[in-house]
């Protein structure tokens, strides 16, 4: 059950785009296409922007953009603005259990 | 408004036992996996554990597992973690999240979390 691996950090300034990589294995990521995306701001509890690869829930703003190939999915956040600023982590179903990322921090600069 | 409220962190000694609560409101409960989370002081998030809908089949992380225990009383529309043998790295903020209909789904939306403290 090793955790999926993120980038420690990546960073943007506003109005570009950044993309955050979350690899796996075969046995997670590659193997379903159940990969969600959660952002945590300091203090708070995670909110979901992305469900099963690229499903944007109700609310999330269409710059919020989810893909995957093979064991490794990935997150884009296109237009960056101030409030992006945040923890981003990827999480994948894994049979008996599920798995979480090792968590980007994403900075606007 | 969907909305889970979780209870019961502390202080608590290396070995002592504690039982999490996370109360649920403003959606149909028992539809729904439900799954506890955690997040170490300045560290990144953990799934440890996931129940289905009417409690029959439960998951747990390999680090808790023989030490906590999932369960849920949907007359009550609240799920529960009993954690027992804690050890200090169990110390974290616990988080319940809803799942889907499946446990697979996306974890919408997440308590306020719990702060668990295993210290001597």
């Known amino acids: 059950q090793s955790a999926l691996t993120q980038p420690p950090s990546a960073s943007g300034s506003p109005g570009q785009s950044v993309t955050i990589s979350c690899t796996g294995t075969s046995s997670d990521v590659g193997g379903y296409n159940y990969v969600s995306w959660y952002q945590q701001h300091p203090g708070k509890a995670p909110k979901l922007v992305i469900y099963?690869?690229?499903k944007r829930p109700s609310g999330v703003p269409d710059r919020f953009s989810g893909s995957k190939s093979g064991n490794t999915a990935s997150l884009t956040v296109s237009g960056l603005q101030a409030e992006d600023e945040a923890d981003y982590y990827c999480s994948s179903y894994a049979g008996t259990n599920n798995v979480f990322g090792t968590g980007t921090k994403v900075t606007v600069l | 408004e969907v909305q889970l409220v979780e209870s019961g962190g502390g202080l608590v000694q290396p070995g002592g036992s504690l039982r999490l609560s996370c109360a649920a409101s403003g959606f149909t409960f028992t539809s729904l996996w439900m799954h506890w989370v955690r997040q170490g002081p300045g560290k990144g998030l953990v799934w440890v554990s996931r129940i289905n809908s009417d409690g029959s089949s439960t998951s747990h992380a390999d680090f808790v597992k023989g030490r906590f225990t999932i369960s849920r009383d949907n007359a009550k529309n609240t799920l529960y973690l009993q954690m027992n043998s804690l050890r200090v790295e169990d110390t974290a903020v616990y988080y319940c999240a809803r799942g889907g209909g499946y446990a697979y789904g996306g974890l919408d939306p997440w308590g306020q979390g719990t702060l668990v403290t295993v210290s001597s």
């Open positions: 099963e690869v690229n």
